[in-house]
Nanobody
Framework: VQLQASGGGSVQAGGSLRLSCAAS???????MGWFRQAPGKDREFVAV????????DYEDSVRGRFTISRDNAKNTMYLQMNSLKPEDTAIYYC????????????????????WGRGTLVTVSS
């Protein structure tokens, strides 16, 4: 599975960006997630969506500001980011957790099997 993330950029605080992640292949029970890594920090969970059912989970600091969605026909996942804050500045990565059966959502990066290269989001105050 190859993943291509896009949509990053520089915005002022309060602004919006929409990230996209196109997958070369995605299967019905897979999970697709967004993670981010700020300079000097560990990679952290942002949001995840299950491909078949569309179940979602968000990290608390982005809940209510970010919205994860998917387009099954295009094998593409999105992250709409509104009310951006300087602390959202990071490289954002999309990832796929490959599974052949229905399993609970998991936030740990180590549980994800495929990763895109990342797209940089910079939020200035």
């Amino acid at each position: 599975v190859q993943l291509q993330a896009s949509g990053g950029g520089s915005v002022q605080a309060g602004g919006s960006l929409r990230l996209s992640c196109a997958a070369s292949a995605i299967f019905s029970q897979n999970h697709m997630g967004w993670f981010r890594q700020a300079p000097g920090k560990d990679r952290e969970f942002v949001a995840v969506i299950t491909w078949r059912d569309g179940n979602k989970d968000y990290e608390d600091s982005v809940r209510g500001r970010f919205t994860i969605s998917r387009d099954n026909a295009k094998n593409t996942m999105y992250l709409q980011m509104n009310s951006l804050k300087p602390e959202d500045t990071a490289i954002y990565y999309c990832a796929v957790r490959a599974t052949a059966r229905r399993i609970p959502i998991n936030r740990l990066p180590s549980n994800y099997d495929y990763w895109g290269r990342g797209t940089l989001v910079t939020v200035s105050s």
